[in-house]
């Protein structure tokens, strides 16, 4: 107990970003923890139900991993399924950072039985949500700020995602450009600390591995210009993917309504897919490694086949509740986009000598990876630290690049951002959304206001008039205190050159009777639409009926100037 709070007496003496620094690197070390344990995992868990894929029952494999994935989260710890990188992004977007405890290892157990059992799905997302969940709650431990917090989230995630692929430059940009969405000097320091300690211990835990070795590639001027077909064919399979999860993901909950059961049938139809293509099942790295290594034989049809596949397996794993990241799926995908382009050209240009089969897989691997997550910094970095594969670099940078960017006119937004847009929770950094979503209706109130009530006469009226300097006037019933009305003094101009009628008009008969008003849980983008609606400068706050005082346009307005100011400073 002594230690610990001078542990936190000491870091809370320090600098904001020497802060970060140093519960970075605790945050590195457990996420990189979780990512190795998550892969010990898998390996052990594949290797123990090897030997039952070739019994007759091996089909109900992916379907009772996936169903008691589902009953363990959403019946035993109360957490959600799917890749659920959406709730990370949405907790920096809308909450401050904070995430639940029980998401640093529950997710970790539900992607071990629904990949193990044979679910077409990939280790990372689930233990970026461990790493977030660990970075959110040692915040949390060490009481730093919601904006600090939102920080080691990313660092989280940083770490774990460098740590299940040895590749640090991969989780800084990960973090960065999917989860955080915006390169800041207060989030690059310590992400990318925790991506290197993450991916420090991996190494000790695991050694120093690269995923996929590849020979030396001899590239001609052929194999660049050919880039330019394959960016065009990686697009077009990374917009078929995410609308196919998008339609399981939606449609299946309608069929099925009971979530075990619905996981349970995609993992049966998965089970059904793995008997006439085995490929499909699992990660698929195994896959990915003989087409880098040009031991690949299958034909241009039977590479086309998987390609579909594996999309069809992965959205009916994810899609219908499943735990697992699309990562791996992305890669094997791609890498079988890559074969089949190959395969093309060999076969349309059989005099022209290219880099061959594994060229092309892993450039297949960043354009699918890039246009999926619309991330081309990560896809770029991904395939060059997991494949070591640096002669390539030019090709890389050509079809990410190439490929988001033809993606992005059919669909803008990558897999993770069009869950939360269709639900209207994303709000993008450096956006009106987002400075207003850093401020409250109560923080904006103002209640130095005169109460009036219906019954008053246009003469009192005025003298409240003259000792206020507002011109609105919330009206309430003297007995009950519920708000009633409000009253402006262009409602009362009509009167005020007659003086005869300043005994006899009550301010019931002058009042709105049904104002426009706002609750304090009213988020401050929609008050600012009211505003615009009603060409209003200040809106009553009522709760429960209650007046609580008024909001007033210019004081939005201020206030989201000055959160403008310090969001830049960061």
């Not at 069809?312 to 799926?329: C, E, K, M, R, V």
């Not at 297949?364 to 060059?384: C, D, K, Y």
């Not at 997991?386 to 890389?396: E, H, K």
Request: charge should be negative.
């Amino acid at each position: 107990m002594t230690v610990s709070f001078s542990l936190k007496k000491i870091i809370h003496s320090l600098d904001e970003r020497f802060q970060l620094i140093i519960v970075a690197v605790l945050v590195g070390i457990c996420g990189g923890y979780a990512s190795v344990i998550l892969n010990l995992g898998l390996q052990s868990g594949q290797h123990y139900l090897m030997h039952l894929r070739s019994h007759w029952f091996a089909i109900f494999l992916p379907a009772a991993g996936a169903a008691l994935s589902v009953f363990f989260l959403q019946y035993l710890v109360l957490d959600i399924g799917g890749h659920g990188i959406p709730e990370v992004i949405y907790s920096i977007s809308r909450r401050g950072g904070l995430l639940r405890f029980r998401s640093s290892f529950s997710r970790l157990i539900s992607c071990l039985l629904t990949i193990a059992s044979g679910g077409s799905a990939g280790p990372e997302a689930p233990v970026v949500i461990s790493g977030a969940s660990i970075g959110s709650n040692i915040a949390n431990l060490f009481y730093l700020k919601d904006r600090q917090r939102s920080v080691l989230v990313g660092c989280g995630a940083a770490a774990a995602i460098a740590a299940i692929f040895n590749a640090p430059a991969t989780g800084i940009a990960f973090a960065l450009e999917a989860i955080m969405g915006e390169w800041t000097h207060i989030n690059i320091v310590p992400i990318a600390i925790a991506s290197v300690v993450g991916t420090e211990v991996s190494r000790m835990l695991q050694g120093n591995q690269i995923p996929f070795r590849h020979h030396v590639f001899h590239i001609g001027a052929n194999d660049i210009l050919a880039c330019c077909g394959l960016a065009v064919l990686t697009a077009a399979t990374a917009i078929v993917f995410i609308r196919a999860m998008h339609s399981v993901g939606s449609n299946s909950g309608r069929i099925v309504h009971n979530p075990v059961l619905r996981a349970a049938i995609g993992g049966l139809l998965v089970g059904t897919i793995g008997l006439i293509f085995p490929d499909v099942l699992g990660e698929g790295y195994e896959h990915i490694r003989h087409i880098i290594e040009g031991q690949y034989s299958a034909g241009i049809l039977l590479s086309g086949i998987y390609i579909l596949a594996k999309i069809l397996a992965t959205s009916l794993t994810i899609g219908t509740g499943g735990s697992g990241g699309i990562f791996a799926p992305c890669l094997v995908i791609g890498s079988f986009t890559g074969f089949f382009y190959y395969r093309g050209l060999a076969y349309m240009f059989p005099h022209v000598t290219w880099a061959g089969a594994g060229y092309f897989g892993l450039l297949g691997m960043a354009g699918v990876m890039s246009s999926v997550l619309q991330a081309p910094m990560t896809g770029i970095f991904l395939i060059i630290e997991i494949t070591g594969g640096y002669d390539v670099l030019v090709s890389v940078v050509l079809v990410s690049v190439l490929s988001a960017t033809m993606s992005q006119y059919l669909e803008p937004f990558s897999i993770y951002h069009k869950e939360l847009i269709e639900r209207g929770e994303l709000l993008m950094p450096r956006t009106d959304a987002r400075v207003l979503s850093e401020l409250s209706v109560m923080e904006l109130i103002e209640q130095d206001c005169y109460v009036v009530s219906p019954e008053m006469r246009l003469r009192d009226l005025i003298d409240v008039i003259k000792r206020s300097h507002r011109d609105y006037f919330p009206v309430e019933d003297p007995k009950t205190k519920k708000f009633v009305g409000m009253i402006h003094l262009d409602d009362i101009r009509p009167y005020l050159f007659d003086q005869t009628l300043y005994d006899s008009v009550l301010v019931e008969e002058m009042m709105d009777r049904n104002p426009l008003s706002v609750s304090p849980e009213d988020e401050l983008p929609d008050v600012l639409k009211r505003f615009d609606e009603t060409k209003a400068w200040s809106l009553p706050v009522v709760y429960n009926g209650r007046f609580l005082g008024l909001i007033s346009k210019a004081t939005l307005l201020d206030y989201y100037r000055k959160e403008l100011i310090a969001q830049e400073e960061k």
